[in-house]
């Protein structure tokens, strides 16, 4: 079965810095998502990754997928108080169908001023 | 709107006794999961189902059994309460099929006494 595994399990930068989280795949990747949850609220779907090599960013936040699809990186750069949650990297379990995600165990991130 | 709801949010209660969590989703999707989040933050897939049709049982005891009326809805109901039930239970919802981004419901806080 497929396993994630992320580092840093926690992380605490100073507001500002840039920061980078890992999320290694014990099988290839068809899928790989990144998802923020902070507490009392439900996962928020940052961004979508599928083929090797590729890169998305939104506002501040990068993510890529090596190009063995086997890798993910998540980047913040210049973090800021609202960065702060826990990081979660998913992956679709089967490479076609129906497919719920594994999940990393995720990365804590507090940013402080 | 919010896409993916759940009741209720938090939901204590005593071993041995039964409840039922509730989920439905405003986005037309086919498919709709229920995860597991447990005291250590490892998040993991119990059920699928897609079009009113359990897809993906994963090991989960007997005790729990999802019931779907309708594609919009997918509610869990839990017999006999254990201690080891406590957790954060999460609803989300997709398009069928593989590389489908899952969207998820705010989660359902349970705790067993």
């Known amino acids: 079965s497929q396993e994630l595994e992320q580092s840093p399990q926690s992380l605490i930068v100073q507001e500002g810095k840039n920061l980078t989280i890992n999320c290694t795949s014990s099988?290839?990747?068809?899928?790989l998502y990144w998802y923020k949850q902070k507490y009392g609220e439900g996962l928020i779907f940052l961004m979508m990754l599928q083929k090797g090599g590729e890169e998305k960013s939104h506002e501040k936040i990068t993510a890529k997928l090596d190009e063995k699809k086997q890798q993910s990186s998540l980047h913040i750069t210049a973090s800021q108080p609202s960065h702060a949650g826990i990081y979660l990297c998913?992956?679709?379990?089967?490479?076609?169908?129906?497919?719920?995600?594994?999940f990393g165990k995720g990365t804590r991130l507090s940013v402080i001023a | 709107d919010t896409a993916v709801s759940q009741t209720p949010k938090y939901l204590v209660t005593q071993m041995g006794n039964d409840k039922s969590i509730k989920c439905e989703q405003n986005?037309?999707?086919?498919?709709m999961y229920w995860y597991k989040q447990d005291s250590k933050k490892f998040l993991k897939i119990m059920f699928s189902y897609n079009n009113k049709e359990l897809i993906i049982n994963e090991t989960v005891p007997n005790r729990f059994s999802p019931k779907s009326p309708d594609k919009a809805h997918l509610n869990l109901h839990i017999n006999s309460l254990e201690l080891g039930d406590s957790a954060v239970y999460f609803c989300?919802?997709?398009?069928?099929?593989?590389?489908?981004?899952?969207?998820f419901g705010p989660g359902t806080r349970l705790l067993v006494l």
């Open positions: 998913g992956a679709d379990s089967y490479s076609s169908g129906n497919t719920p995600l594994v």
């Open positions: 989300a919802s997709s398009l069928a099929g593989g590389g489908e981004t899952q969207y």
């Open positions: 099988k290839t990747l068809y899928g």
């Open positions: 986005l037309g999707h086919d498919t």
